[in-house]
């Protein structure tokens, strides 16, 4: 994934920007499959659980299907490779106040500390941490980083590159309730930070 390229039969084939990996995970289909190193989690930028759609929107997905009288669904692109790019260009133009940074760290470096924890995050899991709180702030139409933005984003950014202490694992603690924990105890700045 970091070297942005796929080998195949030894020949490799660099991708062009912009290159991502999504995976999917079935939490009820994992015999023959092996959970993935730390190091490669680490790589993932972001884990979201999607769940189950509510009622309503089950709802449409039935009459959707019906109308269109056929399994197969077409999707429409809704932005092009330059859009895109021109996008994720545009994050570097969300200003993240030096005391949004700090908080950023102490919240990554509270993971490291913590007595649940056999592994917490890496300086990665901050500067993904950080990238997903600038999208956010853009996505509401901002050009600044506020400290709720870094907190919605803690758990995708956060959770999957931590590893509990094996006693937890009875005990049922996840790493999502660690995050939030920390979320708690680890001072944010106040609202006007900018």
């Not at 870094?150 to 694992?169: F, G, Y």
């Amino acid at each position: 994934m970091q070297e942005a390229q796929v080998t195949i039969d030894g020949e490799r084939f660099p991708l062009e920007p912009p290159f991502l990996v999504i995976a999917t995970q079935n939490p009820i289909e994992l015999e023959g499959t092996y959970p993935l190193p730390e190091a490669q989690l680490d790589r993932f930028l972001m884990r979201v659980a999607v769940g189950y759609p509510d009622l309503e929107d089950e709802v449409e997905i039935l009459a959707r299907r019906r109308l269109r009288r056929d399994d197969a669904v077409t999707v429409a692109p809704v932005t092009s490779r330059a859009e895109l790019l021109a996008m994720q260009a545009a994050m570097e133009d969300v200003h993240v106040a030096e005391v949004i940074e700090r908080y950023v760290v102490d919240l990554v470096r509270a993971t490291r500390s913590d007595h649940r924890l056999a592994l917490g995050a890496s300086p990665r899991g901050a500067l993904a941490l950080l990238k997903l709180a600038r999208a956010l702030a853009a996505l509401r139409r901002r050009d600044f980083v506020l400290p709720d933005d870094v907190k919605t984003m803690a758990v995708p950014a956060l959770a999957h590159r931590l590893i509990l202490k094996p006693e937890l694992w009875a005990a049922r603690v996840s790493a999502t309730q660690v995050v939030e924990n920390l979320l708690t105890a680890v001072a944010a700045p106040g609202p006007d930070a900018r």
